[in-house]
């Protein structure tokens, strides 16, 4: 079973960073990438960032290019996310994600494609 705990959200004005982490626990072989998604109040849940397990490779949402970072830690097991620049309409509840779908499947943008979820992380950013 893996269990993915997130932390590290907290209240921010604009223009300024948070990192947000993901301690998961559970085997890896079969971990394809991890992934970081956010939900706003009224809104579907959506993708920001997501980093492949193996080599690091990663891919970003438009809104986030340029201001996010996503990472991984192999030997912690932990993936992360600084964010800097924020704007208020990054505030959201962030998930981590995990996809165990196998080794070298492309990576993906729907949440249908992970397996397991975090509880989740609030980061807000004030004006």
């Known amino acids: 079973q893996v269990q993915l705990v997130e932390s590290g959200g907290g209240l921010v004005q604009a223009g300024g960073s948070l990192r947000l982490s993901c301690a998961a626990s559970g085997g890896t072989y079969s971990r394809n990438a991890m992934g970081w998604f956010r939900q706003a109040p009224g809104k579907e849940r959506e993708f920001v960032a997501v980093v492949r397990w193996s080599d690091g490779n990663t891919y970003y949402a438009n809104s986030v290019k340029d201001r996010f970072t996503i990472s991984r830690d192999n030997a912690q097991n932990t993936v992360y996310m600084q964010m800097n620049s924020l704007k208020p309409e990054d505030t959201a509840v962030y998930y981590c994600?995990?996809?165990?779908?196998?080794?070298?499947?492309?990576?993906?943008?729907?949440?249908?494609?992970?397996?397991?979820w975090g509880q989740g992380t609030q980061v807000t950013v004030s004006s």
């Open positions: 994600a995990a996809d165990y779908r196998g080794r070298e499947v492309a990576l993906s943008t729907l949440p249908n494609r992970y397996d397991y």
